[in-house]
């Protein structure tokens, strides 16, 4: 799962991180369109040669590599799932020409646009982390995040799964997202989000002590395909069947992106505290991994965890 590192500091710092993620909105709107080093500076409100400096610190990456990647992964993704010309894709996000495009995919990807879009395997694609303006509690004025607050109202649903595989990269001592990174990085993410006919996003995974294998992590991270996929699974990655089952899905509220760890910790509340028996089921760890997608604002954190009819098994 995609999550971010919330960088706190001095004023100058807090002014720096909120022009990086302006610029970071910016090129995430404007991927097909020519990007200027004036355009970035403008909205910035930095100097172009100030903006490179400050973009490249946050971020880990100079400036336009970034949105280079970035086009080249958004491009792989049309050539996975459209019937797209490797040129007229080539030319919607900003490569003057089908050569130039294709040096850059193969230096980015180890393979040319042409073959990936006939074969599809698991690329490593660019998946970068948002930075967020300095976390909420270290705002001027702001209550405490401590300070006890009425909880917002969250959606709860009961949803099959049915049978299916799972491809995952599983860690060795890991029980959560932090831990994992620490152990495996978060690249996984980018191989996870390049899987054609996954059944649905990537997520974050505790795995059940029945499908741990021995010597791995309780937290892992993977993506769902059809049981009868037949694709590559890249080098490292395990694939398990899971057999169906019921999902107890829970979802909050839409939430400011910097204030993802709270969002998450609600509904870790919730779960901690819900009894489902009052619906008519139970908890089933052991029929699937509990999973948690990426935290992004706009839809509010999403969490699910396995359950059965109560008085079955």
Known sequence: MLSFVLEVGNTENREQMNAVRKAQKYINENLKEKISLYDI???????????SKIFKKHTGTALFDYIRALRLSSAALVLRDEKAC????????????????SRAFSKQF??????????????KLFMPYLVQEYPKREREGEKKMSEKKEPNTVFVQV????TRKLILKRGVKAKDYYEY??????????????????????MGLWMPKNLIKPGTSVYAQGVEVPKDFNGDIPEGFDIIDLAPCKMMVFQGQPFDDEDFEEAISEIWEVIDKYDPSLYGFAWA??????????????RGYIEGKPVRIANTK
Do not use: N
């Open 159 to 162: 949803i099959e799964k049915p």
């Open 181 to 202: 990174c620490d152990e495996v990085s978060c690249d996984v993410w980018g191989l996870l989000s390049s899987i054609k006919d996954a059944l649905y996003e990537p």
């Open 110 to 123: 180890g393979i040319s646009p042409k073959k990936y879009s006939k074969t599809t395997p698991p690329i």
């Open 41 to 51: 500076a403008k909205i910035t409100g930095y100097s172009p040669w100030h903006i």
């Open 285 to 298: 760890d052991e029929k699937a991994p509990r999973f948690q997608l990426e935290p992004q604002g706009y």
């Open 86 to 101: 490797v040129l007229d894709v080539a030319l919607d996000f900003v490569f003057d020409t089908h050569e130039g495009f």
